[in-house]
């Protein structure tokens, strides 16, 4: 095998660069060129190609992003789409593709092998964290820090004026920025999607009161993850200010937390697994994705990845779950004493 096409596909995420810097770096190790391809799926199909060479990559690793560009492709679903990519790669001589992205671009990859004879490997790329096989994915541990650092600052806010703040987490439907995010944040509420059973407006709403009626001149913060509420943080802050009568403010975090630098661990993650992807393809391996479990890389079956289900770790959610009936608790055991 002589050339490597990689492309990032579906939501960007931070550590995206420096795992196309491992790639490229590796494999002209080996004497394999990486030819990259803008966009994703929708770049191959549309022959946008972009050559990388281990002197592109002197100052990429450190930058959010991708440098490759990506998209959402549904259309790569139809045969005609995987065909025409799969011409595309063999008119260049390309003997394999690495495809950094999440269970979207996974399904991609698997369905282009279905029609390419060259190799694909899956390298797991999104912040939701939500694929089966891996323990992380490139781009989560910093989407948690700057949500992290997004509710410290609505903390010190909301400390000032003693308010009630509802914060929007993504995650797509997976509750694994939530989850961290509430914890790491010191939140006084979770919603995620994964908590059975899940809480009731009249709920969330007695505990705030409580909150309130006993400590007035405290913050409250609850994060709830994307796409869980109907009508989504807005319509949850306006239901619960009409149950508790007191105002509650929503703060959607959006965006900010795909972008921005990786940090140490995502940059750390994606070079483990982009080198380890170049090895695995030059020891024959396909239609496989290049995960992390205990620290050790492992290569899973693409199609394991996006058809099972990924648990939050149950231990996290015990914790947060714990802690947060505490934080008012250990104030009213202080105040009574
Ligand atoms: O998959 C990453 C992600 O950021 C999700 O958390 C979010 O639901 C989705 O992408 C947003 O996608 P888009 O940027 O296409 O609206």
Redesign the pocket.
Known sequence: MKKIAVITS??DAPGMNACIRAIVLTANQHDVEVIGFRHGFRGIVEDLNLPLHPNDMRLVSQRGGTILLSS?YPEFKQVSAAKAAAAVLDQHNIGALVVIG?DGSFRGAHHLDQYWDGQVIGIPG???NDLAGTDTTIGFTTAVDTAMEAIDRIRETAEAMARVFLIEV???HAGFIGLHAAIAGSAEGMLVPELEPQPKLADIADRIKQARAAFPDSSYLIVVS?NLWPGGVENLARELTQATGTTCHSAPLG?IQ?GGRPNAEDRILSMQLGQAAVHALLDGLSGHMIGVEQGHVVQVPLRLTFERDKPLDPRLVDLQLGLQQLNFASKVVKESA
């Open positions: 579906g939501g959402r999440g999104t912040i939701d993504m995650g797509r994307e965006h795909r």
